[in-house]
């Protein structure tokens, strides 16, 4: 059974840093593309970055560059994401998931988390 298990989340202040984990059960990290996405309240998921099966391309949306890495850590099946410069309309349900590079990125993969909280306080 796959499990995605995210961690991490919690409240920061405006401009603070948070690294977002995503415990991978039941599958191998290195065999799938890897993704996350955020839902504020009222507002439609959004992608936010994603990462190729072998680990090779990244992705991340433009608001979010410069700011915002995903990467992984293959031998702890652990997807993460790392978050400075954080912003109050960043508040959010953080979601990992895990399919092809096309599904991690249009938020229709396969696997997803039970989603972690975050929270920019300005």
């Known amino acids: 059974q796959v499990q995605l298990v995210e961690s991490g989340g919690g409240l920061v202040q405006t401009g603070g840093s948070l690294r977002l984990s995503c415990a991978a059960s039941g599958l191998t990290l290195s065999n799938y593309a890897m993704g996350w996405f955020r839902q504020a309240p009222g507002k439609e998921r959004e992608r936010v970055a994603a990462i190729s099966r072998d680990g090779v391309i990244t992705y991340h949306t433009d608001s979010v560059k410069g700011r915002f890495t995903i990467s992984r850590d293959t031998a702890k099946n652990i997807l993460y994401l790392q978050m400075n410069s954080l912003k109050p309309e960043e508040t959010a349900v953080y979601y990992c998931?895990?399919?092809?590079?096309?599904?991690?990125?249009?938020?229709?993969?396969?696997?997803w988390g039970q989603g972690t909280q975050v929270t920019v306080s300005s």
């Open positions: 998931n895990a399919g092809t590079w096309g599904t991690v990125r249009t938020g229709t993969a396969d696997y």
